[in-house]
């Protein structure tokens, strides 16, 4: 499935405007903006397996196994500090 040029085109003044905003803010954090950027990549991926995915399994089933992909990712934050 792919996006096409007219929702691509629309995502354009979205982007532009983003990025102005975080140009001109006196307390932008690097750290912060690219936390958020990978955090909508992830999401986006997240959206095209769970598609894919729900072909070949249940959706109970599914939702278990990111459930339990979700902690293991999680767990090395808990041991950070």
Same mark, same amino acid.
């Given at each position: 499935?792919?996006?096409?040029? =007219?929702?691509?085109?629309?995502?354009?003044?979205?982007?532009?405007?983003?990025?102005?905003?975080?140009?001109?803010?006196?307390?932008?954090?690097?750290?912060?903006?690219?936390?958020?950027?990978?955090?909508?990549?992830?999401?986006?991926?997240?959206?095209?397996?769970?598609?894919?995915?729900?072909?070949?399994?249940?959706?109970?089933?599914? =939702?278990?196994?990111?459930?339990?992909?979700?902690?293991?990712? =999680?767990?090395?934050?808990?041991?950070?500090?």
């Amino acid at each position: 499935m792919r996006t096409s040029p =007219q929702v691509l085109c629309s995502l354009l003044p979205i982007m532009i405007g983003l990025i102005i905003c975080a140009h001109a803010e006196f307390s932008f954090n690097a750290i912060g903006f690219w936390s958020a950027v990978f955090n909508n990549i992830i999401d986006c991926l997240q959206n095209v397996v769970s598609k894919k995915a729900l072909a070949k399994v249940s959706p109970i089933r599914l =939702q278990f196994y990111t459930s339990i992909l979700a902690l293991l990712f =999680q767990i090395p934050f808990i041991f950070y500090e």
